[in-house]
T-cell receptor
Framework: EPEVTQTPSHQVTQMGQEVILRCVPI?????FYWYRQILGQKVEFLVS????????KSEIFDDQFSVERPDGSNFTLKIRSTKLEDSAMYFC?????????????FGPGTRLTVL | GENVEQHPSTLSVQEGDSAVIKCTYS??????FPWYKQELGKRPQLIID?????GEKKDQRIAVTLNKTAKHFSLHITETQPEDSAVYFC??????????????FGTGTRLTIIP
């Protein structure tokens, strides 16, 4: 069964450094999402992406964040200048078509640790 | 914006007993209510969902009920087994002005099944 994949599984970086988190959504999916989960807390929406542009973003998704679909398969989240509070698990998700009740499929996550 | 509250935050039940987790939400526009199971260090996985035009849905040992008037929905697990131990998240889906939708998650319930 197709799955969303993410790389790396764990990223350690110094505060102020840029990081790029990579996701490969399921191939026939059209909607893409990033969520984050701070350790022990709930999953929080960051951004949704459709037709090569951001559909919606949360207040967490400030100017330090950007997303890109550089080719037909990858979907990336960039954090320009990481802060300690960016340490979290970042989940990518994708969803097929515009069907109202279609499920969002989550990737395994990238654990980002900012030192 | 949407606010989802989930109770209890932790729940321990004897193997074979039933477990009930409850969620309330604030936005009456929400029309899709999934439940996710997250094992330690793993991705959230959809276990059951319910649409706004349905009051109850069952899948083997798992059932979900929805009361749209009261804006609450519940997850019921019967005949619990050790492998049911995990964190469970409820979520709602809100259709945004951009025609895309995001998931808003509850705070999670850590369910422990005692053998």
């Amino acid at each position: 069964e197709p799955e969303v994949t993410q790389t790396p599984s764990h990223q350690v970086t110094q505060m102020g450094q840029e990081v790029i988190l990579r996701c490969v959504p399921i191939s026939n999916h059209l909607y893409f999402y990033w969520y984050r989960q701070i350790l022990g807390q709930k999953v929080e929406f960051l951004v949704s992406f459709y037709n090569n542009e951001i559909s919606e973003k949360s207040e967490i998704f400030d100017d330090q964040f950007s997303v890109e679909r550089p080719d037909g398969s990858n979907f990336t989240l960039k954090i320009r200048s990481t802060k300690l509070e960016d340490s979290a698990m970042y989940f990518c998700a994708s969803r097929p078509t515009s069907g109202v009740y279609n499920e969002q499929f989550f990737g395994p996550g990238t654990r980002l640790t900012v030192l | 914006g949407e606010n989802v509250e989930q109770h209890p935050s932790t729940l321990s039940v004897q193997e074979g007993d039933s477990a009930v987790i409850k969620c309330t939400y604030s936005d009456s526009a929400s029309n899709y209510f999934p439940w996710y199971k997250q094992e330690l260090g793993k991705r959230p996985q959809l276990i059951i969902d319910i649409r706004s035009n349905v009051g109850e849905k069952k899948d083997q040992r798992i059932a979900v009920t929805l009361n749209k008037t009261a804006k609450h929905f519940s997850l019921h697990i019967t005949e619990t087994q050790p492998e049911d131990s995990a964190v469970y998240f409820c979520a709602t889906r809100l259709i945004s002005n951009f025609g895309n939708e995001k998931l808003t998650f509850g705070t999670g319930t850590r369910l422990t099944i005692i053998p």
